[in-house]
């Protein structure tokens, strides 16, 4: 990381010109004062040696869900095992019961209250996955309020349908049925709807096969959606070859990925988001194979993965620091996992991520002696100001 400007993710010292919400210029205090001729509007905001940087990308999160699994973390504490849980009717499936039975405004209410804490921490961009309703109905619904959400706060929200998350408890025994719902019903009437920006996955022995995830991904492909996956997590299946010869844009949480996996995601650009909540909270002790990404230049994305039962953590700024102390990831591969190739995970590369003429004026000012302090001290530190499109929302 340069003390400087010109790794576009850091800058001190920095001006900026924005017009229309977008960055149209960007340069050194020092460079703009060569210039004499000054837009007569032009506003100006003395940033006192304090830090400049992208608004942080929260690139895989299941914000919109009801109820807690508290007590599912305390069976944990005591032993038993996340895939148990599963196996006995918890864990996902509890959230789905809770979620159901809640409404739009309550589902909205909870979701709001999350939202707010990751702008708090800088986070200006967030994934929000469905996956906690299963059902049409309630996709919609928990969808829906992703949208409010992007309409209330100044925050951009990329919608992922991840109606394959669980077997349904109307389908137990009959995953091939829904997975045809899924493609034939649920799919084509969410992105009708312009509700959804991508399909997700759950590719597990808790949750599809690899049959079943090439089968969904070929249908969101026919109707023109992006497609990532949760895959790697518990066991090696090869959902993240898969989905990487798909064309999947991310794949996530990784911790059993294969060198074949690594080498397909290469081949085909395909970023590798790291969850370390989840290892956490799991106690998982089996770590993903940095150094194997890393020699084949795969794009390390980090993402809080905030959802009730493997991560219920809401602050980008304390995962970052776990992508260091648990992944061994450096300082400066935290925060570009959390901005530049967090927006490559969703398509956004050229929107946001970076402090860089043509993207949009999205930026956090932090009072901090370095950015590193941002992946070191929790709890204290909130921004200086926030601009959103341009716009100073917030500070
Ligand atoms: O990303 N792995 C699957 N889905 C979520 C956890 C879901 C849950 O336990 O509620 C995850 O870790
Ligand atoms: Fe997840």
Redesign the pocket.
């Known amino acids: 990381m340069k003390n400087g400007i010109s790794d576009n993710s850091v800058f001190r010292h920095a001006a900026l010109l924005i017009e229309g919400g977008k960055i149209i210029w960007v340069g050194s205090m020092k460079e703009l004062s060569q210039y004499s001729v000054f837009p007569e509007n032009l506003i100006q905001y003395d940033c006192q040696g304090k830090w400049l940087m992208p608004g942080f990308i929260d690139c ?1 999160t ?1 914000l919109v869900f009801a109820g807690n ?1 508290s007590n599912e973390f305390e069976k944990r504490l005591n032993g038993v095992s ?1 895939q148990e849980i599963a196996e006995q009717g918890g ?2 499936l509890n ?1 789905v019961n809770a979620t159901r039975a809640a409404s739009e405004e309550d589902l909205y209410q909870l979701a709001i209250r999350r939202a707010k804490a990751m702008l708090n921490n800088g986070v200006t961009t967030i994934e929000i996955k469905s ?2 309703g299963l059902d049409h109905e309630t996709e919609k619904r928990v969808l829906k309020v992703a949208k409010r959400i992007e309409a209330s706060l100044p925050i951009n929200i990329s919608k992922t349908y991840l109606g394959a ?1 669980a077997i349904p408890p109307e389908f137990k025994g009959n995953a091939d049925a829904y997975v045809n719902k899924i493609c034939d019903e649920i799919m084509p009437d969410l992105a009708d709807a312009n509700f959804i920006d991508a399909v997700d996955v ?1 590719c ?1 022995n808790i ?1 599809f096969t690899l049959a079943q995830t090439e089968k969904i991904f070929r249908r969101a492909k026919s109707l023109g959606l992006a497609i990532k996956g ?1 895959t790697e ?1 518990l066991s090696a299946m090869g959902g993240s070859e898969l989905a990487a010869n798909m064309g999947a844009m991310s794949v ?2 990784l911790e059993y990925l294969q060198a074949s996996d690594v080498k397909a995601m290469a081949k085909n650009d395909t970023v590798a988001t790291l ?1 370390p909540g ?1 290892f956490y909270y799991l106690k998982e002790t089996k770590l993903p194979p940095i150094n194997l990404l890393r020699e084949h230049q795969v794009p390390m994305a980090i993402a809080t ?1 905030f ?5 219920p953590i809401a602050s980008l700024p304390l995962i970052l620091n776990m992508a260091c102390t648990l992944f061994g990831l450096t300082v400066e591969e935290a925060l570009q996992g959390a901005t530049l190739n967090a927006a490559k995970a969703l398509g956004m590369q050229n929107q946001v991520g970076t402090l860089e003429a043509g993207k949009l004026a999205d930026i956090v000012c932090w009072d901090i002696s370095h950015p590193r302090d941002l992946v070191y001290e929790f709890g204290v530190i909130t921004p200086s100001w926030i601009m959103k499109k341009g716009d100073r929302v917030q500070g």
């Open positions: 895989h299941h699994r996340y864990g996902i959230t996956g906690y998350h759950f597990e949750g949760h997590q996530d949480h969850l989840a993965d959802n009730p039962g493997s991560s």
